[in-house]
C-alpha cells in the first residue's frame, strides 16, 4: 500500500515534475549530456532525502515505489521523455531547493544510474 506522510504541508512544497524537469536542465546545462530516466528518478530520490535531512522538510509531496532497480515516481515515469525532460510549465523553485539539487546533480550526476 502507498499512501503520502506528508499530506499535512503540501501547499509550500514543489511539484515533482517541476523539480523533474529543473533536474533535466541543469544536468544538461552541467554535464552537456541528456540524462537518462534512471538517474533523473534517482537524483529526485536524493534531493528528496537531502531535504528531509538539511531542511527538516520534503522539497515535494509525491511518493517513490520501490522497483527492481531503484526508487521510481510513476508520474515522472509518465511525462519524462529523453531528449526533451518534463514538459510542464515549469514553475520557479526555490533557490533552498535550487541549492540542494544543484550539489546531488554535482555529487552523484556522474555516478552511473
Known amino acids: 500500500m502507498i499512501y503520502n506522510i506528508f499530506k499535512r504541508s503540501v501547499k509550500n512544497m514543489e511539484k ?25 528518478q534517482k537524483l529526485l530520490y536524493f534531493s528528496q ?11 515535494f509531496s509525491e511518493n517513490f515505489e520501490g522497483w527492481k532497480y531503484g526508487p521510481v515516481s510513476r508520474e515522472v515515469r509518465t511525462y519524462f521523455t529523453p531528449k526533451d525532460g518534463i514538459t510542464t510549465n515549469t514553475e520557479d523553485i526555490k533557490s533552498e531547493n535550487k541549492y540542494i539539487i544543484n550539489n546531488i546533480i554535482l555529487e552523484y550526476g556522474s555516478l552511473a544510474s
Not at 21 to 39: A, L, N, P, T, V
Not at 53 to 59: F, T, V
Open 16 to 40: 515533482i515534475l517541476n523539480v523533474a524537469e529543473y533536474i533535466f536542465k541543469e544536468y544538461y546545462r552541467i554535464s552537456g549530456e541528456y540524462i537518462d530516466e534512471m538517474k533523473l
Open 49 to 59: 532525502r537531502e531535504s528531509l535531512a538539511i531542511l527538516n522538510k520534503p522539497m
